[in-house]
């Protein structure tokens, strides 16, 4: 199953089970992915995040419900995951422009239909990228495991961790550490996608790991073996990130016939601090692995 169709299943489910009480975690089994994987994904491809998307279908509906006169609000607003008529009351009023009393006169109510997601195929740019083969090797970083927001992860979240270790030398005691020849030539940004807990998303900063002494409070960390999909990325930071990282899921991973995400983790290779130059170059390292010659795409 490729991204595309994953996200779309995702839709699916919610959609047959708007009025429960569905968690990130059993969306995300649905896409065979990891919560966090999943919402990064379903923010490109869809341009909300699933907590927001659920919110406003549940909201639309209940406009719905409400316009043909026959519900009740306390019914409507239980039915749709509100404590209270209030909360509901409210949600419902900012999202609408009217109140539930109102939409039960007539009063004209917003439609959110269920979003169908698509591939639309786009050609003529070209995308760098390579496949390494990397052994198990180890990292020596420091990680920070965020809280599960109740949407999606924001990029400030990764942004405020590398300016807090910034700030307090960890970086600058990481980047010591680095080997004289290391394979992923630069600082490294990791995402343990094959680690996550259901309350918290870890992510790490660190380099390669040669061996040597460190400090207590730094970790060293087993990267099992890989096959990776590193993709160059240009431009000023964190705008080309995002911008690359939309064209793997949107373009790489949808298009590919011989690779797939997998789920164990990725990197963001760091060569220089100097992230605000236009001309700025990283990379991207995704573990992937091989589609089964017996599916049918």
Known sequence: MNWIQAVQSAIDYVEENITKNVDLEEIAKRAYSSPFHFQRVFGI????????????????LAG???????????????KYGYDTPESFS??????????????KRGGKVRIYTPLSVKLVLTGGKKMDYRI????????VCKRRKVEKPQTALSPSDIVETWRE????GT?????????????????????FSDELQSSRIPYGIGVEY???????????????????????CRGKMPEAFAKTYNRIVTEFFPQSSQFEYAQSV?????????TSDPEYSCEIWIAVKEKPDDRLY
């Open 45 to 60: 491809l869809c341009g909300t995040t699933i907590g927001e998307y659920i919110r406003i279908r549940r909201l639309s």
């Open 132 to 139: 390494v083969k990397r052994a198990a090797f180890q990292v």
């Open 64 to 78: 719905e419900e409400l316009s043909k006169g026959n519900s009740k609000i306390t019914d409507v607003a239980l």
């Open 171 to 191: 970086i600058n005691r990481l980047i010591s550490l680095l080997p004289s020849e290391p394979v992923m030539k630069g600082l490294l940004g990791i995402c």
């Open 90 to 103: 409210r949600a419902f009023t900012r999202f609408h422009g009217v109140t539930p009393s109102e939409a």
């Open 165 to 168: 270790l910034g700030e307090d």
């Open 210 to 232: 040669d061996g040597r002494v460190i400090d207590d409070d730094l970790e060293v960390v087993d990267v099992p073996a890989n096959t990776y999909a590193v993709f160059s």
């Open 266 to 274: 990725e990197f963001e290779v760091y060569p220089s601090s100097d």
